[in-house]
């Protein structure tokens, strides 16, 4: 036999697709040619499965090979496809008995001495193969607990080429996936070890329970990096659906926990301020790898220091903020990633930044603004709440009696204010208040009275509201109302709404 066949699967983007690999031998000078668009890292796969194939033990035949990668028309990247090639042009030189391999996805890089080493992406390569009703796949030993995160597909795994080739003749068996018993997650930073602070608290609730962006201002030392570093500790756990989007994300990036669980805590990405825009957006070369706003995905973006962003790199938030999705497009292709995260953003008020408050800043107001002015216009209005965090005095932090409120009673109110929004969005595919469009919170029956909205109309009118932030002061409204256990908010959540969105000192009423 001379011509053989297996499956293999390979990823675009966070999309995994069913590849066929075909392998001709033919007469003619002994060369082997890989055709269906292969990336560099695919076209040296010639030489690691010569190798690989040798070093196990056998025979590489001395022929002319073609391996063909179906679809042809789809971009191949990555090593993942090696496991598949020696397969089949050992297949297709009668070493194998290609039987035991049919309806059959091979996941896996090969060394140089034959071991078959883990690949990344496996969990969405595996889901791929699953949606074209491949219900078997064998993969590298190190990928096999992940790869069983997918339902209804039998997982084996392989340590060693050699071990494939008995396992074909019927003289070797496969390995079951590792039964390695999940690692507790360590607890995360709680808010009970924040001191005073009471309106960042707030505010950060009112984030976590409606999904808004959240920009906290302040002198070093006030706690913004603390505050927003807990805002993961009051968020719900992932539900399936996004645990597997969370997952699939953290395995193309190759930072997938070693157990290969399910990821169910929100992520938190935090760049440094001088990463690069490929870094935080995604891209590169060869194949586009996801960004720190995917990575956040279903989580928390923070951007810490923001000012000393980039200008260029911040400007490309603005459109993901927005859809959700990052979209890269390459001469060779275009790559779509999503990227709906919470965005949770911290800068000091001026260059100077003095501990001590304004009263010691050395900075003239025409440098303050002009720092500050480094954020745009545009990705401002993005940012649906702003809070000014005064420095904490000595009677908040040492002389406090009672504790501060730990994360789990406040991540129970997020819970309860999460379910009514989810209840009430049923009939649309929203879950938070910040994924409803203006203008179905614009129209009945959701549309609120005149009487109440007073003050975004007077805003709006004179133009310290865009029409972008009239839609987000609505929906901070309808969050804080699920905060408070009411059906719909009143004049006083959206005065209070529109004192979030404008950075101005919350007047909050008792409760």
């Not at 379910?419 to 009945?444: C, F, M, Q």
Request: glycine share 10%; charged share 20%; hydrophobic share 45%.
């Amino acid at each position: 036999m001379s011509y053989a066949r297996v499956l293999c699967a390979g990823l675009a983007g966070v999309t995994g697709h069913l590849v066929e690999v075909e392998a001709d031998l033919s007469n003619g000078l002994p060369t082997l040619v890989l055709t269906g668009l292969p990336d560099t890292a695919l076209n040296e796969a010639r030489d690691r499965v010569r190798a690989a194939v040798v070093n196990s033990g056998h025979d590489w035949p001395n022929r002319r090979i073609t391996v063909n990668l179906l679809p042809a028309a789809l971009h191949k990247h990555g090593s993942g496809f090696d496991v598949a090639i020696a397969a089949a042009v050992l297949a297709g030189a009668g070493a194998i008995s290609p039987a035991r391999l049919v309806g059959v996805a091979l996941l896996g890089e090969l060394g140089l001495d034959g071991t078959v080493r883990p690949v990344r992406g496996v969990l969405p390569m595996v889901a791929a193969a699953a949606r074209a009703g491949v219900t078997r796949v064998i993969v590298p030993l190190d990928n096999a607990r992940e790869a069983t995160v997918v339902p209804g597909v039998t997982v084996r795994a392989v340590d060693t080429l050699h071990r494939l080739v008995e396992f074909t003749h019927g003289t070797g068996t496969l390995l079951e996936p590792p039964d390695v018993e999940p690692a507790p997650e360590p607890p995360g930073p709680d808010l009970a070890d924040l001191s005073g602070q009471a309106a960042g608290r707030h505010a950060l609730e009112v984030a976590a329970a409606g999904g808004h962006h959240l920009a906290l201002l302040g002198p070093p030392g006030a706690g913004k990096t603390m505050l927003a570093e807990r805002l993961p500790s009051i968020l719900p756990p992932l539900d399936d659906e996004a645990a597997l989007e969370v997952t699939a994300l953290q395995s193309i990036a190759g930072v997938l926990p070693p157990d290969g669980r399910l990821v169910r805590r929100p992520p938190f990405q935090a760049p440094h301020h001088s990463s690069s825009l490929v870094s935080l957006i995604g891209g590169g070369s060869g194949m586009i790898r996801p960004g720190a706003i995917s990575l956040a995905h279903r989580g928390v973006l923070f951007l810490d220091e923001i000012p000393e962003m980039g200008r260029t790199t911040l400007q490309a938030l603005r459109q993901p903020l927005e859809s959700g999705r990052v979209l890269i497009s390459r001469a060779r292709g275009t790559i779509e990633y999503p990227a709906r995260a919470q965005l949770v953003v911290a800068a000091n008020p001026c260059p100077c930044a003095s501990p001590a408050g304004d009263h010691a800043c050395q900075c003239g107001p025409v440098v303050r603004r002009r720092y500050l002015g480094r954020l745009s216009g545009p990705l401002l209005d993005r940012i649906d709440m702003k809070v000014t965090l005064l420095p904490v005095r000595s009677a908040q932090l040492l002389t406090e009696t009672a504790p501060a409120e730990p994360s789990a009673v406040v991540a129970a109110r997020v819970a309860r204010a999460r379910a009514a929004a989810a209840d009430r969005w049923s009939d649309h595919d929203w879950r938070l208040n910040a994924e409803a469009p203006g203008a179905d919170l614009r129209r009945p029956p959701w549309r609120l009275p005149a009487a109440d909205t007073t003050v975004l109309h007077a805003a709006l009118d004179r133009g310290a509201l865009s029409a972008r932030g009239y839609d987000r002061c609505l929906r901070i409204a309808w969050t804080i109302a699920d905060l408070d256990g009411r059906p719909h908010p009143d004049a006083g959540d959206v005065t209070e709404a529109y004192q979030l969105r404008m950075g101005e000192p919350v007047v909050r009423r008792p409760r």
